[in-house]
């Protein structure tokens, strides 16, 4: 299992993805901008307002810059059993992130990466460093600067909630963006 | 004078008895059908101690899976010396062995007597003096146990040792870790270690003097060694990454352990003197979970190389990895039997994560536990019990299962979730 190459290559194919999406959900503005990776951070935010909804309204341009400000609202993004990949309703998400990252330079982010309770506490430790390290390279190649970002794993140690079904797994499950 | 030291013994039992409140007990979940059948009788003057040491040899020898104990109930005589012990009377009643005692306090502390008789061969086994200095009536009767244990089954007893573990409270950012360590049966646990961020993975320095674990305390994991009796502490590593999964050689000059600095977490081996690392595993996949064999030569630990995770050895002479496991597509967290020849684990079965052992000789896996949350099995150093932790309900707890799955026994705590339990070596 190659996963270096593995994540770097789909996190491109994800940031081709996403541009896509974005004009296909109607982000008419902008798509430019997400593949040039040239640090310039105009026009859209995208900041989810609670768990279920996290492709927020695209605001306008005279708004981004003023958005890019925030740090934004959604922290966290959840991810399948046994899986470290980015799934695309929470693409939007790290978008947002990157584009703060990207204008605020002095910011600094810790992705703290956790599992579910299922399985081994150190074999978790590695899966849960495996999502963070996932978010990191989307981030990465979105422009973010390495020096601004850094991984830190807790695998099954600190649960957000407890309870032993697929709902408490699920939320469980998750790279949390830590400011 | 004397109804003062009642008072006094009185005043103690309360102290005992609340401080046990906080402890693990023991609750025996399967008995062994060829559990031997043993009388351990109250001792003669062992009326007003702090502790009732019959009764602790008793639940010793219950526990270990190896003994029925007759119901106190069911013993209508109650000799305290061979002597006295009537054969014809206790062979009516089924028991293959008794023992009997008595107890006394002295100026600094007690004196117990115990002998151990064969019923079926109408003989004296063993019999003994144990002088005990202060109050460690307990200590005692594990050495009791101990000494009849070995005396029948021809194994030492594991009665004397310890079990270190974690507990945790809370939810989310608001959560309270603990470092227990407890005696092997759960009880006079003491507290090493408090933090609000999470600890992990204890393990024993083979003397039994330190431990060394995982703490969050600087907000990333880093390895911290600590001296049991002194609670003095020095982290030991600080690399970026993963610092995880300690475990100590049976030399006890080096520390296994997992690393993820440069990259995927490998298996490194740290110089306890010199802080020196050397990098063991190299390739794109997780390796973690490292554990001694006892000869100090090779290496078990976890890797998903094939896709999931199994079970590799690895020759520190040199060589390629041995993949070990190949039941199932989760085997994980290896751990040696004393001898070497077998490896307890967990495994994903079609029910759920379970306590399972393989015989190194062959490749066929059998599940030993009944529950199916199960995580971090700890070996006794006598090979004869597996500790490890499951799921009671929405709780953690300690659970510990025979090496041939017999029996078992459960260890509840009233202090949250208990989990990564670690049996300590004979510290005798």
């Known amino acids: 299992m190659q996963l270096k190459p593995l994540a770097r290559s789909l996190a491109a194919a994800l940031s081709i993805v996403l541009i896509a999406g974005c004009s296909s959900t109607g982000g008419t503005q902008d798509g430019d901008s997400y593949g040039s990776q040239d640090g310039s951070t105009t026009g859209s935010s995208t900041s989810g307002t609670g768990t279920g909804s996290q492709y927020g309204s695209t605001s306008g341009s005279g708004a981004g810059q003023q958005a890019d400000s925030r740090i934004p609202e959604v922290r966290t993004i959840y991810f399948d059993y046994d899986r470290d990949t980015i799934k695309s309703e929470y693409e939007s998400v790290v978008m947002a992130h990157a584009r703060y990252l990207r204008a605020n330079p002095n910011a600094q982010v810790v992705l703290h990466g956790h599992t579910d309770e299922r399985g081994t506490r150190e074999y978790n430790m590695a899966l849960g460093e495996r999502r963070a390290g996932a978010v990191e390279r989307f981030l990465n190649i979105q422009g973010v600067s390495s020096s601004q970002m850094s991984v830190v794993s807790y695998g099954e140690e600190r649960p957000a909630v407890n309870g032993q079904d697929e709902s408490a797994y699920a939320q469980n499950r998750r790279v949390v963006f830590n400011y | ?428």
């Open chain 2, 1 to 428: 004078m004397q109804s003062l030291s009642k008072v006094c013994l009185f005043c103690l039992l309360l102290l005992v008895s609340s401080v046990a409140s906080a402890n693990l007990t023991i609750e025996i979940t399967r008995g062994s059908d060829q559990a031997l059948p043993i009388g351990v009788v109250p001792f003669a003057g062992s009326d007003g101690l702090p502790e009732d040491v019959a009764q602790i040899v008793q639940d010793d020898l219950e526990r270990s899976g190896y003994f029925a104990p007759l119901e106190r109930s069911a013993m209508f005589e109650q000799p305290s010396q061979s002597d006295d012990v009537q054969f014809g009377t206790w062979r009516s009643l089924d028991v293959r062995y008794l023992v009997v005692g008595q107890a006394e306090q002295t100026d600094g502390g007690f004196e117990l007597q115990f002998e151990l008789m064969d019923i079926s061969g109408q003989r004296r086994m063993i019999g003994e003096t144990v002088t005990v200095r202060g109050n460690d009536l307990r200590g005692a009767a594990h050495y009791i146990s101990d000494q009849i244990f070995e005396e029948i089954t021809d194994i030492r007893g594991a009665f004397s040792t310890k079990i270190a573990y974690v507990t945790a409270q809370g939810i989310g950012d608001d959560m309270q870790f603990g470092l227990y360590v407890a005696d092997a049966d759960g009880r006079r646990s003491e507290q090493v270690l408090t933090s609000d961020e999470p600890i992990m993975s204890p393990t024993w320095s083979p003397d039994g003097t330190k431990l060394a674990y995982v703490s969050f305390e600087t907000e990333r994991p880093a390895i911290y060694i600590q001296d049991v009796a002194t609670g003095q502490r020095v982290q030991a590593t600080s690399f970026d990454g993963i610092n995880g999964a300690p475990a100590w050689s049976p030399d006890g000059r080096r520390i296994a352990m997992s690393l993820s600095k440069d990259g995927q977490p490998e298996i490194y081996i740290m110089n306890v003197g010199s802080r020196s690392v050397e990098r063991i595993t190299n390739n794109n996949s997780i390796d973690t979970e490292p554990a001694w064999a006892p000869d100090g030569q090779s290496l078990l630990f976890t890797s998903n190389r094939s896709g999931g995770p199994q079970l590799y050895q690895y020759s520190l002479g040199g060589g390629e990895a041995e993949r070990l496991t190949f039941t199932g597509n989760y085997n994980a967290r290896g751990r040696f039997s004393p001898d070497g020849e077998q490896i307890f684990l967990i495994h994903r079965s079609s029910r759920g994560y379970q306590v399972a052992r393989q015989d190194l000789s062959g490749d066929r896996l059998v599940v030993l536990s009944e529950s199916t949350r199960d995580e971090s099995p700890s070996v006794a150093p006598n090979g004869t019990m597996v500790i490890f932790a499951t799921q009671q309900g929405n709780s953690g707890v300690l659970s510990a299962v025979s090496a041939d799955g017999r029996s078992s026994f459960r260890l509840p705590s009233a202090q949250g979730d208990v989990r990564d339990p670690a049996w300590s070596p004979f510290l005798n």
